[in-house]
């Protein structure tokens, strides 16, 4: 039905609570905390009405806590409005959100009130979260009068202006999902609905039909003929029903498949959800390989996250590459790379797990497949595979600190422009359609989420979104949506942090003394690789030692 990938498929990861504990080994706790930066988000915030007696000042306050209130059109943050203000402003107008305690409100005029913030981001027409690329102020003016003896807003900025916290409290994430290039599996693309709302399944399905947006478009393939507009979404006991205008006729067999993989995983998201059916003015949507009602279950090979549930993992020990599997300890791998001749080290393992590579004592890159018997080849470039990752067609990215990037296949390599200096990662997500990326100066270097755009020629990286943790050791793709980075700040002992991709909110873990490395993959546990040549697992509460060896690493 699909192209053979190099990769097999798996489930999403919560980096927070999906690790797996240990079954031998002493348990030892970390010399930190584990905080949780993103809990917050969870908890609903009451918006409150206004008080008799409040000045200036806490009228804007008050207004601007309300404005995180969704229920009844905002119905609350309308009451520190006058009567014309409250039936005039739009909130649906845009929504700007400012870093958390960085608003400073001032009562230049007994009639006027200054808010300054800094501008962290944005939330779009495509209800996406859109970071700013840098920092930037924010400055609003809010008129106001008196309605008796009480303050009111008669002069209010059009839109939402709402902190972070705000924005996290207020809006659930999920996604509408795409086919990355070069097709065979989906890429998600986040959107954001308010909490008040209900069944989402329409505004998902709007959302999908709006296309990814222009950051993720180049690097994804959308099943939608254009034109293709949403008539209709019934539901009954499961199963929606889509009605679609005749363009979505046009698509052709292949086409057809790739919507429906994008419609099911999108409404995978719906509580309750057991099935599709697709229809074009009424009339059914015939698509092959599938059932005229697509369960629930349907194009399992498409799924975002790239990697059989059941993949081992890695470590580096004497120089040999071993594998870690459920139940079966450390084995050495197949051919060259277990046999520690030459002692190696940085693995780095193919999607499919048919294929290593790793650096010789010489500093030179190898590959070998992994099967007996292999031997190591030349992999003809000059850089290192620390840093590195397979991408899923089986091509190997590198930081090249002279181009950026450079891509190694069976064909040779080639240097891939980044837009960024100081190249010290490259993380190729496993569905293709981005890459993590870590740059700037060891002390101080910074975490990107960037968009592989194969729009014309060779891939390029582009547009790069920062994500602010702190100064970035080492990075890895938990899941579709979601990365962990080893945050290492000057006097200060190393945090592994839980990073979102659609809200960008940080959750930090706390780490093993003496991190270096961070490993992460779809339902599997979180590993860190220790200085002193130890192993260390997270088991959703605390770090605890597993075994002995350096550079843990998942395949990808």
């Known amino acids: 039905m699909r192209p053979v990938m190099v990769a097999a498929a798996v489930a999403v990861l919560l980096v927070s609570g999906c690790a797996q504990v240990p079954t031998s080994g002493p348990v030892v706790e970390v010399d930190q905390a584990v905080p949780d930066t993103a809990s917050s988000s969870f908890v609903r915030a009451l918006a409150r009405s206004p008080r008799p007696g409040m000045s200036q000042i806490e009228i804007v306050q008050g207004f601007l806590d309300a404005a995180s209130?969704?229920?009844?059109?905002?119905?609350?943050?309308?009451?520190?409005?006058?009567?014309?203000?409250?039936?005039?402003?739009?909130?649906q107008a845009g929504v700007r959100v400012y870093g958390n305690d960085t608003e400073t409100l001032n009562n230049p005029a007994e009639d006027g009130v200054t808010l300054t913030a800094a501008l962290v981001g944005v939330i779009s027409e495509r209800s996406q979260y859109v970071p700013t690329d840098e920092q930037t102020a924010l400055e609003e003016q809010f008129g106001l009068t008196q309605v008796g003896s009480q303050w009111r807003i008669d002069d209010v900025?059009?839109?939402?202006?709402?902190?972070?916290?705000?924005?996290?409290?207020?809006?659930?994430?999920?996604?509408?999902?795409?086919?990355?290039?070069?097709?065979?599996?989906?890429?998600?693309?986040?959107?954001?609905?308010?909490?008040?709302?209900?069944?989402?399944?329409?505004?998902?399905?709007?959302?999908?039909?709006?296309?990814?947006?222009?950051?993720?478009?180049?690097?994804?393939?959308?099943?939608?003929?254009?034109?293709?507009?949403?008539?209709?979404?019934?539901?009954?006991?499961?199963?929606?029903?889509?009605?679609?205008?005749?363009?979505?006729?046009?698509?052709?067999?292949?086409?057809?498949?790739?919507?429906?993989?994008?419609?099911?995983?999108?409404?995978?998201?719906?509580?309750?959800?057991?099935?599709?059916?697709?229809?074009?003015?009424?009339?059914?949507?015939?698509?092959?390989?599938?059932?005229?009602i697509q369960p629930r279950s349907a194009w399992a090979d498409f799924d975002p996250d790239g990697l059989s549930p059941g993949a081992a993992w890695y470590i580096v020990r004497s120089g040999r590459v071993l594998g870690m599997s459920d139940g079966n300890g450390a084995l050495p791998v197949p051919g060259a790379p277990g046999s520690g001749q030459p002692p190696v080290e940085d693995p780095l393992i193919s999607l499919d797990q048919s294929a290593a590579a790793a650096t010789d004592p010489d500093g030179q890159l190898l590959t070998a497949a992994l099967q007996t018997p292999s031997r190591w080849a030349d992999a003809r470039t000059a850089l290192r595979s620390r840093g590195g990752s397979w991408d899923r067609t089986g091509a190997l990215w590198l930081p090249d600190p002279d181009a950026g990037a450079q891509m190694v296949n069976v064909l040779g390599s080639q240097k891939i422009p980044v837009q960024l200096d100081q190249v010290r990662s490259v993380q190729i997500s496993r569905d293709g359609s981005r890459a993590l990326v870590v740059a700037g100066p060891r002390?101080?270097?910074?975490?990107?989420?960037?968009?592989?755009?194969?729009?014309?020629?060779?891939?390029?990286?582009?547009?790069?979104?920062?994500?602010?943790?702190?100064?970035?050791?080492?990075?890895?793709?938990?899941?579709?949506?979601?990365?962990?980075?080893?945050?290492?700040?000057?006097?200060?002992?190393?945090?592994?942090?839980?990073?979102?991709?659609?809200?960008?909110?940080?959750?930090?873990?706390?780490?093993?003394?003496?991190?270096?490395?961070?490993?992460?993959?779809?339902?599997?546990?979180?590993?860190?690789?220790?200085?002193?040549?130890?192993?260390?697992?997270?088991?959703?509460?605390?770090?605890?030692?597993?075994?002995?060896?350096?550079?843990?690493?998942?395949?990808?």
């Open 157 to 292: 900025p059009e839109g939402l202006l709402l902190s972070r916290a705000a924005v996290e409290r207020s809006y659930r994430e999920f996604q509408t999902y795409f086919v990355a290039k070069p097709g065979g599996i989906l890429a998600p693309n986040p959107v954001l609905f308010a909490r008040s709302q209900g069944d989402v399944s329409t505004d998902l399905l709007q959302a999908l039909l709006q296309g990814p947006g222009p950051w993720l478009e180049p690097a994804v393939i959308n099943g939608f003929p254009v034109g293709t507009e949403l008539k209709a979404v019934d539901t009954v006991d499961g199963i929606v029903q889509i009605d679609l205008t005749a363009a979505v006729l046009q698509a052709d067999d292949l086409a057809r498949q790739q919507l429906s993989a994008q419609i099911v995983w999108t409404l995978r998201q719906v509580p309750g959800f057991r099935g599709v059916t697709i229809t074009a003015d009424g009339q059914p949507v015939t698509v092959p390989g599938t059932d005229p």
């Open 443 to 556: 002390d101080a270097a910074t975490a990107y989420l960037l968009r592989v755009d194969r729009t014309t020629g060779p891939p390029r990286l582009t547009r790069p979104r920062a994500l602010v943790t702190g100064p970035v050791r080492a990075a890895a793709w938990a899941s579709a949506t979601q990365v962990a980075l080893l945050i290492v700040a000057p006097d200060q002992p190393p945090q592994v942090g839980s990073v979102d991709l659609g809200l960008f909110s940080v959750r930090l873990l706390g780490g093993p003394p003496l991190a270096r490395t961070v490993a992460a993959a779809p339902d599997r546990p979180l590993l860190s690789g220790t200085k002193d040549g130890q192993i260390w697992q997270f088991n959703g509460n605390t770090w605890v030692p597993l075994t002995q060896g350096r550079q843990p690493r998942y395949p990808g």
């Open 69 to 91: 209130g969704f229920e009844d059109g905002h119905a609350v943050a309308r009451e520190y409005l006058t009567t014309q203000a409250a039936q005039t402003w739009d909130p």
